[in-house]
């Protein structure tokens, strides 16, 4: 069972909504195709004065810029940032209106729309190997349920306004996901990407759920090495 998302539910530091958001389900209608994503993996990031301490992997580290404006907004609309230069990744903003923070959606099911999600996919990444891969890791999950930087970064997922042709609204589970494993973020650097943030939430024995690895100089400062 589900239920719609509301600004209460994601008013908290993104490190206490993020695995509450494992088992929810992200509906998309773009261009008037309909897909929706239940969460399987997810991952936590607090912009600059968010929390008990700094967060280095954070693209609001630094404070608020064009790039970032999105994380500082209400929560509940969807940060969609670009990575690498083509791939459109998609977050839940959380926390108070004004402190920066989001939810990245690292991974997921495609529950309903199969077929509009792998057509999405070949279009832009080639050949899918297989269902459990169709939104599994962010640029996927991005590609899957059809939203692009720059024109849909910001769309709200509590109200379903229609932002740039797409409608986007996300739904809680009332009931427990499944055993929720945390660990390490997926390909972050230094220090923010080892064990002294563990912040990445996944559904055990989930098959989308990604492979980690390690960012640049994680596996170094993990090991004591700086």
Known sequence: MTRPATRDDLSAL?????????????????AGERVVARLAEVEAYHGRGTGDRPDPGSHARMGPTARNATMWGEPGHLYVY????????????????????????????????????????????????????LARGPGRFGDAVGLRHPVHDGIDAVTGAERAGAVARLWLTTEPPGRIATGPRV?????????????????EGDATVSAFRWGRGAAEAAAGGG
């Open 14 to 30: 993104p490190v206490e909504v993020a695995p509450r958001l494992l088992g929810a389900l992200l509906e998309t209608v773009v």
């Open 82 to 133: 670009l990575s690498h230069g083509i791939h459109s990744c998609v977050n839940v903003v959380c926390g108070p209106d004004g402190v920066a923070g989001g939810v990245l959606l690292r991974a997921g099911e495609i529950v309903e729309g199969a077929d509009v999600a792998e057509r999405r996919r070949l279009e832009r990444r080639g050949a899918v190997r297989a269902p459990r891969d």
């Open 187 to 203: 390909g972050v650097a230094g220090v923010a990407g080892t064990d002294a943030f563990p912040w990445r939430f996944w559904i």
